[in-house]
């Protein structure tokens, strides 16, 4: 099989390691990727759905698999409805999920999922967002309805500050994505990451992560992409788990099916456990990142025998194996990261980290072969250990080994499961 991978991040590179192993896979190719060799890569936009085809005609690729959002929202997977190619994906409607907050929150509270309760503002109903904001207790905290790089959700403690945020967001704060604003009644608990692969009828659980988006130790400072996860979730037990699916999992997808919302592909469902109760904080229509960073590593089964599942919809067919060891990620970045920062930075020390797994999020090669950062988050080391704290261990050991001009890393990964 020739697979087309979309995308350049650390989740398209466990996900281009993890179909690298399997013997169904021909060629990989991925776009445009970055300085990790799992694949060839191609000059490609995953944006420019013309140029896509182009490629997939001239190489008879057999499968796309959508790595980031942007293409999912935009409807490739409609864009190839009437092609051979499969396309690992929902269509653009069911992609919506992602795409708008407000369609998300209605979509919850249509069948009944446990999510926080919300109201959406535009700038014509600024006056009773505030009233709603009024009816809140602190924290207080403001999603943009659409794409807005993973920087849109904003959480304030002043209920001055949250007005001033929510006008400031309603003006272009960050562009269209802003012109409506979900208020949402703040959730206190711990976070986690469930992930689903769904043929539109079967589905299968992947292993349960946990990431990491705060900038700074003890989970202070700006929000990032992440900077580190942990795979498996000492909370998510088999109770806990139960109630995900009885809940959560099994009632999306039958809204989903209710709704004709075409879903082949990734469910990422944002979690958050309060008082033992899963409730849903967003959905995702792909894998997160740096979830997949470990949840890759931890899935023994072949992906692309999985893929094959979801595209031809024989999932419920299909059996899904985890290996049991823990594996912990933690992200190397850019200095200044997640706001300016600077590029093309050598990295040294790769061949020296033994069996951590570098997965490579902002690099690329130079005309010498030698790898430089290319991102603000540059590159992802996983480890595998007996439990959590092993696997954590190991990985801040190899932080250590690789360096940069500029790296910064968060050394708590993984502490706050371990106490």
Known sequence: MKILLLGSGGRECAIAWKISQSPRLEHLYVAPGNAAQYGTNVALNPM??????????ANAIDMIVVGPENP??????????DHSVKVIGPSKKAAQLEGSKEFAKEFMFRHHIPTARFMSVTAETLEEGYHFLESLNAPYVLKADGLAAGKGVIILDSLADAKDTLSDMLEGMFGNASATVVIEEFLSGIECSVFVMTDGEDYKLLPVAKDYKRVGEGDTGLNTGGMGSVSPVPFADDKFMQKVVNHIVEPTLKGLKEENLEYRGFIFLGLINV??????????????????????????SDLVDLLEGVADQTLGLKKIEFDERAAVAVMLTSAGYPGDYEKGKVITGLDGIG???PFHAGTKLDAEG?????GGRVIALVAYGEDIADAAAKAKAATALVDFEGKYLRNDIAN????
């Open 48 to 57: 420019d759905f013309d140029a896509v085809k182009e490629f997939v005609d």
């Open 355 to 357: 069996d951590v797994l």
């Open 416 to 419: 706050d499961l371990l106490r």
């Open 72 to 81: 999912l929202v935009e409807g490739i997977y409609d864009y190839f409805a």
């Open 370 to 374: 030698r790898v430089l950062t290319n």
């Open 275 to 300: 008082d033992g109760d899963p409730m849903v904080i967003e959905y995702n229509c792909r894998m997160g990142d740096p979830e997949t960073e470990v949840v890759m590593p931890r899935l023994k």
